[in-house]
């Protein structure tokens, strides 16, 4: 069984400051795919980022960057300088062999001017 | 090239009525998958198609949905005599064939309400 867990579901900060989202996970796969996605108010859900199993390498693309911990099986999410467009609310996903992505209650995120 | 195209945008049934979502994933993807966000709640796995081949239905409700991805045309979400908790926003997503870490492609979705 695969299961995400997002603890924060809510994250309020102002304008310019840090803000690490959190993602715990669950699978028996050794082989698996991460992912997160980000939903803005207009609904529709858009991709960031994927890591597999093996790579847990961090990964930093411009004001945001992920932190892939095997150990604690977590794939965290940073967003440094937040800004208000970064306002959404954001899913981590795990793809294994079942096929299907199972994702997490996700976290909302407001950024105040 | 288009997106993931559902239609309706939004949908109003009385209860006991059918709803029929309809979902045309991206050219060349050939699974699809169907998800259920209720309000202030996540993203819920319902079934996972390939063309005419349900893969995974570990998701749906045993009773009154159904889904569908025929040889031609979209895949089609299917809820009979919905009642009022089926009110919620149905997302369809594609991927094209291959490996297990193809992204997901999403639609605007489908904000079904019940009266």
């Known amino acids: 069984a695969q299961k995400v867990t997002q603890a924060q579901t809510e994250i309020s900060v102002v304008e310019k400051e840090d803000v690490t989202l959190d993602c715990v996970y669950e699978?028996?796969?050794?082989?698996?795919?991460l992912f997160w996605y980000k939903q803005p108010p207009s609904g529709e859900l858009v991709f960031l980022i994927r890591r597999n199993s093996f790579d847990e390498q961090n990964e930093i693309s411009g004001r945001y960057s992920w932190n892939f911990q095997k150990s604690t099986s977590s794939f965290n999410f940073t967003i440094t300088a937040s800004q208000v467009v970064d306002s959404a609310v954001y899913f981590c996903?795990?793809?294994?062999?079942?096929?299907?992505?199972?994702f997490g209650d996700g976290t909302t995120l407001t950024v105040k001017p | 090239n288009a997106g993931v195209m559902q239609n309706p945008r939004h949908l109003v049934r009385r209860r006991g009525q059918e709803a029929r979502l309809r979902c045309s994933p991206m050219k060349g993807h050939s699974h699809v998958y169907w998800y259920r966000q209720l309000p202030e709640e996540g993203l819920k796995f319902m079934v996972y198609?390939?063309?005419?081949?349900?893969?995974?239905e570990s998701g749906m409700p045993k009773e009154r949905f159904s889904a569908e991805f025929p040889k031609e045309g979209p895949s089609i979400l299917r809820i009979q005599q919905v009642v009022r908790g089926d009110s919620a926003a149905y997302f369809c997503?594609?991927?094209?064939?291959?490996?297990?870490?193809?992204?997901?492609?999403f639609g605007s979705g489908t904000q079904l309400s019940v009266l």
């Open positions: 699978t028996r796969d050794t082989t698996y795919y």
């Open positions: 198609l390939q063309k005419e081949n349900i893969i995974d």
């Open positions: 996903a795990l793809r294994a062999n079942a096929g299907k992505s199972t």
């Open positions: 997503a594609s991927s094209p064939p291959g490996h297990l870490g193809e992204k997901l492609f």
